[in-house]
């Protein structure tokens, strides 16, 4: 829908620009200046608000993720047929929506994170265009993974909160809640994305990508 509206005005704009251009005396008056400055300003300023607005929401999709080669194998590990698989099991499950997946877990990734965050993300749009694209098995997180991503969803919940593994001991929900604990630590959900034996797992049939 916000696509559709972005040509609309993209369409306006142009259409003001033309008639401005090919009759400049309209300017003379109030009336023509008001116009013109619709044309080259107002109309401009308003496309690009919108259209950076949609291509931000465009990015947050699983589709968009996966568009560069070197996540093709990420994308494959969510069908992986093994529920002791996380994100597997999430986006089986449709614990998390299918077409916003990886930035559901992934919510400060590169335009949405701070301003170090943003570096990294021009720095990988000169290596995807530029510079030497990585193995996918040698792509890593920048900083430990954190456990706000798990908690923005799962505290609270009845099936994280008394889950038995999670009260073993006293202190296990206490350290995961305040990051002592990491969520996909050995023992814990240790099996991610596992990219680099991706080949020889059992895939899923019964999903498919975004």
Known sequence: MTGS??????GVACALALV????????RTREGKILAFLALF????????????EHMEHATSTKFCLSCHVMHDYGQSLLIDDPSYLPARHFQNNSIPRDRACYTCHTTYTMF?????????????WVQYAGTIPRPQDVKLYD????????????GARNFESASPHNKTADILTNAKSGKLSCISAG??????DVASIKDQTIWKGATLP
């Open 20 to 27: 401005v251009g090919l009759r400049p005396q309209l300017t």
């Open 5 to 10: 509206i972005s040509w609309v005005i993209i």
């Open 144 to 155: 430990p993974y954190n456990n706000r991503e798990c908690l923005h969803c799962h505290l």
């Open 188 to 193: 814990c959900h240790e099996f991610i994305h």
């Open 42 to 53: 107002i109309m401009p300023a308003m496309t690009l608000v919108m259209g950076f607005s």
């Open 113 to 125: 994170g701070d301003v170090s965050a943003k570096k990294r993300g021009l720095r990988h749009l």
